[in-house]
């Protein structure tokens, strides 16, 4: 595998489900980050990590629950979601966070397409 | 009023067009700036990128920034069918302090170029 994964990459659920999207990155980065992207809206920064310490929580819903384990791991646990959550959700990750080291490059997956029911 | 604003398009054109893009931005503490591309069922991928003003050119694709009216561009010369994609403008006012070089991002421009 090379550059960043997620899975699954569809995901269907009911408003009482509770499931997990995982994104895995093979660069050796040190920041990852959680984006929502919806139809004919920017992308919308959810949660940064840097060093597997969380810095950035974008007055994201409570039902959004984030965990970083490792520098190379990232997910994002879904519970009672609503039908306004149904969107792209796309992981990145960058060597440091942007900025830090001169670079504002980040490497984004194929996103997970949710839909919530 | 949107910290950058972008057209969504979508934007059509034939093959070997010129295609101009464009974002307009309200924040003047911008410095950075990108243009990404994202094919469809992708993540966006980094394109372009330029710090303050000026114009920077690889191949067919040109970056251009001006501060003064908040404004940047990417011209795709000589377009190609493989050009269509969305694209979307990113700045960052910087790292500073506690703070990271946060990205903003654009809404994103479709574009299809037909053969």
């Known amino acids: 595998e090379t550059g960043v994964t997620q899975t699954p990459r569809h995901l269907v659920m009911g408003m009482t489900n509770k499931k997990s999207l995982k994104c895995e990155q093979h660069l050796g980065h040190n920041a990852m980050y959680w984006y929502k992207q919806s139809a004919k809206k920017p992308l919308e920064l959810m949660f940064v990590?840097?060093?597997?310490?969380?810095?950035e929580n974008n007055s994201v819903p409570s039902r959004f629950s984030p965990e970083c384990p490792n520098s190379s791991h990232l997910f994002l646990h879904l519970h009672t979601l609503q039908p306004e959550d149904s969107a792209l959700y796309l992981c990145a990750s960058s060597h440091d966070l942007e900025g830090a080291s001169g670079t504002y490059e980040q490497y984004f997956g194929p996103g997970t397409r949710l839909t919530v029911t | 009023q949107k910290e950058v604003e972008q057209d969504p398009g979508p934007l059509s054109v034939p093959e070997g067009a010129i295609v101009s893009l464009n974002c307009t931005y309200s924040?003047?503490?911008?410095?950075?700036f990108m243009w990404y591309r994202q094919y469809s069922r992708k993540g966006p991928e980094l394109l372009m990128y330029?710090?303050?003003?000026g114009n920077k050119e690889d191949g067919r694709f040109t970056a251009q920034v001006d501060k003064s009216s908040k404004y940047i561009s990417l011209f795709i010369r000589d377009s190609q069918p493989s050009d269509s994609a969305t694209y979307l403008c990113?700045?960052?006012?910087?790292?500073?302090?506690?703070?990271?070089?946060?990205?903003?991002f654009g809404q994103g421009t479709i574009l299809t170029v037909h053969p």
């Open positions: 990113a700045m960052s006012a910087g790292a500073g302090g506690t703070s990271y070089g946060k990205l903003t």
């Open positions: 330029t710090y303050s003003s």
């Open positions: 924040n003047s503490a911008f410095q950075y």
């Open positions: 990590y840097s060093l597997e310490e969380r810095v």
